[in-house]
């Protein structure tokens, strides 16, 4: 397989509900010196807590590193106790957000109706979003996983708008089965999705619109070893990494092995 995309990879660290904040903001000041010597090289974006997020666009700054939240509201504000509004993660200077990861899809009930709505939110406040779909181990044993994750792409741009400008939207394949299991798929099973994907972005909008504004990631026990086999993969444009994401010299390497790569 032959890299075509011109596009510098994206990687999106995912830090879901792992760190403190002080250690939050600890780890990500220990993140930028180790990433000093590859400045302008790499385009990353960390995603802590909510209550992580105040204070870190500050920590940031002299960095390539941009900011991202792992989840957000679909209304600006009113009585939705518990939800975080867009207006709020752009006040503290938020750029990415993180919708519909199959964790909020199967442990909260995060249905394809709100994610839908989540990233019409999402466009409409200038947040870029990072759309996750993917399979259960039961679907793709039963050889649902096209089937699945077409629908999903679907349902959740259903209604969205296509970004406007320079704008992008990500769409990051997250087999469940990958998640968290050291059990990464390989680049051909990866490749074969992020195929299936374009082609239902296609299907929605038209070939010169999802070359300019759509991109595909890869998650699912990426670390810096293996990060390389989905650098090479034809529609890879990053990835999404969870664990390898939280010790600042194993996020760093992974970063340096794609700028390698790449
Ligand atoms: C994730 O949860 O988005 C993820 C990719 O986690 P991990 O890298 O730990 O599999």
Redesign the pocket.
């Known amino acids: 397989m032959t890299r075509r995309s011109p596009h510098q990879p994206l990687v999106v660290a ?1 830090w ?1 509900m792992q760190l403190g904040v002080e250690e939050s903001h600890e780890r990500i000041t220990e993140l930028k010196q180790q990433l000093k010597t590859v400045r302008g090289r790499y385009q990353a974006v960390v995603c802590p807590s909510f209550v992580s997020l105040d204070g870190m666009k500050k920590l940031l700054r002299g960095s390539d590193l941009l900011l991202g939240a792992q989840d957000v509201f679909w209304d600006d504000r009113g009585a939705y106790t518990g939800e975080v509004s867009p207006m709020n993660l752009r006040e503290v200077g938020v750029e990415y957000v ?1 919708i519909g ?3 909020r899809r199967q442990l909260l009930g995060e249905t394809d109706e709100m994610v839908s709505r989540k990233v019409v939110s999402a466009l409409g406040h200038g947040l870029t979003p990072i759309l ?1 779909v993917g399979e259960t181990a039961h679907e793709r044993n039963e050889g649902r996983h096209e089937v699945v994750v077409r629908r999903q792409v679907m349902s959740a741009l259903r209604t969205a708008p296509p970004p406007t400008g320079h704008n992008k939207l990500y769409i ?1 394949y ?1 087999p469940i089965w ?4 050291g059990e ?1 798929a390989s680049a051909e099973q990866a490749c074969m999705m992020h195929q299936v994907i374009q082609q239902t972005l296609i299907d929605l909008y038209s070939f010169p619109l999802v070359e300019q504004s759509y991109r595909t990631l890869y ?5 810096e070893k293996n990060v390389s086999q989905y650098v090479r993969v034809d529609a890879f444009h990053g990835a ?6 939280l010790k600042p010299e194993t996020f760093a390497s992974l970063i340096t092995n794609i700028i390698k790569t790449f």
């Open positions: 995912n879901k993180i990861h199959s964790e996750c990051a997250e990958a998640i968290g299991t990464a998650g699912g026990s990426v670390d999404l990494v969870g664990t390898a994401s």
